[in-house]
């Protein structure tokens, strides 16, 4: 798909002193109609600090892509799941079986190290499909548990199931909170529960204050930082087409809501993406 008001694509940030891991991006999409090179994404993510991704594949073709992709760059650990907007589309296909069956075998490969993303979104799907929804993430906590893999969440103005399913169902031991998007009392409710907070460029606009509130009682240790690419742009470049290699933008503005020292924030979010999905 084209675009042509996204524009030029932003300038590259000062690297950040320690590298850390993009753990949430989609180099299959292209917004700008440019072919997403994914030795050219890893390349210039790689000289701003940004030395290891998690690249999602969260339909089926995206998931299968994301199999082949990882084991041929060792900078890439994967993930796969089906979209939460995706399950009620299967679900009325009456396929949903089959995909999750597929999303199971998939997730067998070894440099697949997460299961996601899944979760509920209450914005983009209407009242009709909740109940597919509901099914696929419940679907998808249990096949993180046996397969012991981390499980990353979309939650999209659906806060309260989220965290009511994971309560019921049990989370896996290692729960990501993707784009993280809630207020401060559900970050400190997820960080009780032992959860990761993945901040996304969001945190960085300027009417965002309740998600910096919310990241400033977030402990370092509970923190991870994505880019969501190629959506949701950091600051100053908001609406145009976001890469791995814009990272340290959000880093940057994350060090300052939390009052630690740039370097001291590198550290625990690369040590924290080791944590989650092993060694790259
Ligand atoms: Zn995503």
Not at 31 to 39: F, I, L, N
Request: charged residues 20%; hydrophobic residues 40%; proline residues 7%.
């Amino acid at each position: 798909m084209t675009d042509a008001r996204l524009g030029a694509r932003p300038p590259a940030p000062d690297p950040l002193p320690i590298p850390v891991a993009d753990n949430h991006c989609h180099l299959e999409i292209s917004r700008d109609g440019a072919s997403t090179d994914v030795a050219t994404a890893i390349r210039d993510a790689t000289a701003v600090g940004v030395n290891r991704l998690v690249q999602i594949g969260c339909d089926i073709e995206s998931a299968r892509w994301t199999v082949q992709v990882v084991a041929e760059h060792r900078a890439l650990l994967g993930g796969v799941a089906i979209h939460p907007n995706e399950a009620p589309r299967h679900a009325e296909a009456g396929n949903l079986e089959a995909v999750l069956d597929e999303i199971e075998a998939l997730a067998a490969h070894p440099r697949i190290r997460v299961i996601g993303e899944t979760g509920l979104d209450y914005y983009r799907t209407g009242p009709e499909g909740v109940a597919a929804q509901q099914e696929s993430f419940r679907r998808h906590i249990d096949l993180a548990r046996r397969t012991g893999l981390p499980l990353q969440i979309h939650d999209r103005d659906a806060h309260d199931d989220v965290l009511r399913i994971l309560g019921e169902d049990g989370a896996p031991e290692r729960t990501v909170l993707h784009c993280y998007s809630g207020d401060m009392a559900m970050a400190r409710e997820c960080v009780r529960r032992g959860y990761y907070l993945s901040f996304a460029g969001t945190v960085t606009f300027k009417n965002a204050r309740d998600l910096r509130n919310a990241l400033s009682v977030t402990p370092l240790e509970h923190l991870l930082v994505e880019t969501d690419a190629p959506y949701l742009t950091p600051s100053p470049h908001r609406g145009q087409v976001n890469a791995p290699y814009l990272v340290p933008l959000t880093v940057r503005v994350m060090a300052a809501t939390l009052n630690v020292a740039v370097p001291t924030l590198c550290q625990a979010l690369s040590d924290n993406s080791e944590t989650v999905y092993g060694p790259w």
